[in-house]
Antibody, heavy 121, light 106 residues
Framework: EVQLVESGGGLVQPGGSLRLSCGASGFTFSDYWMYWVRQAPGKGPVWVSR????????TYADSVKGRFAISRDNAKNTLYLQMHSLRVEDTAVYYCARAPLLGSIYYFDNWGQGTLVTVSS | DIQMTQSPSSLSASVGDRVAITCRAS??????LNWYQQKPGEAPKLLIYAASSLQSGVPSRFSGSGSGTDFTLTISSLQPEDFATYYCQQTYSTITFGQGTRLEIK
């Protein structure tokens, strides 16, 4: 069974840092591009970042560029999101998601349960 | 970024009804359109990918259609477990989601 389990969320003050982790099991982690998606309370999902299979190519949403860093350890089957200079507007549930690739088509077929990040003084 | 506009924003329906949710892209996205269902406190769940392909394990009462800029998610006969919020997502360029359609029991 495919499982993605996020951890590392919590309450942090504006300007602070946090590192999220996403542990993967039930599939060959290194075969998949991985994504972080966040969802503010009462809002729709928003894509945050993506990482290719070997960790050599990253992409970020403009809202987090320069503040967040995505990485992975394929030996540990774990995806990370290092977050710096956190803002109140970064408050959200953060999900990791797996993306199969069918030619140029991709989608998120498995998501973790999410971890809540609250940025507040 | 490509804007995705869903309609309606909310919908009231009864068990057994046929319902349709539409999603319009601000520019052509070919068939790079996915649909998700989300229930309170849960992660989104993939229903339809590539506009019309049914994800494994998803009931056949769910179907998707469209290409270019206009897409539709249809539920042929609503079941009690289908009352949830539905999102479209485009992956043609920088990923964006629609604002969601909340499907409520009438």
């Amino acid at each position: 069974e495919v499982q993605l389990v996020e951890s590392g969320g919590g309450l942090v003050q504006p300007g602070g840092s946090l590192r999220l982790s996403c542990g993967a099991s039930g599939f060959t982690f290194s075969d998949y591009w991985m994504y972080w998606v966040r969802q503010a309370p009462g809002k729709g999902p928003v894509w945050v970042s993506r990482l290719n299979r070997d960790g050599s190519s990253t992409t970020y949403a403009d809202s987090v560029k320069g503040r967040f860093a995505i990485s992975r350890d394929n030996a540990k089957n774990t995806l990370y999101l290092q977050m710096h200079s956190l803002r109140v507007e970064d408050t959200a549930v953060y999900y990791c998601a797996r993306a199969p690739l069918l030619g140029s088509i991709y989608y998120f077929d498995n998501w973790g349960q999410g971890t809540l990040v609250t940025v507040s003084s | 970024d490509i804007q995705m506009t869903q309609s309606p924003s909310s919908l009231s329906a009864s068990v057994g009804d046929r319902v349709a949710i539409t999603c319009r892209a601000s520019q052509s996205i070919s068939s790079h359109l996915n649909w998700y269902q989300q229930k309170p406190g849960e992660a989104p769940k993939l229903l339809i990918y590539a506009a019309s392909s049914l994800q494994s394990g998803v009931p056949s009462r769910f179907s998707g259609s469209g290409s270019g800029t206009d897409f539709t998610l249809t539920i042929s006969s609503l079941q009690p477990e289908d009352f949830a919020t539905y999102y479209c997502q485009q992956t043609y360029s920088t990923i964006t989601f629609g604002q969601g359609t909340r499907l409520e029991i009438k």
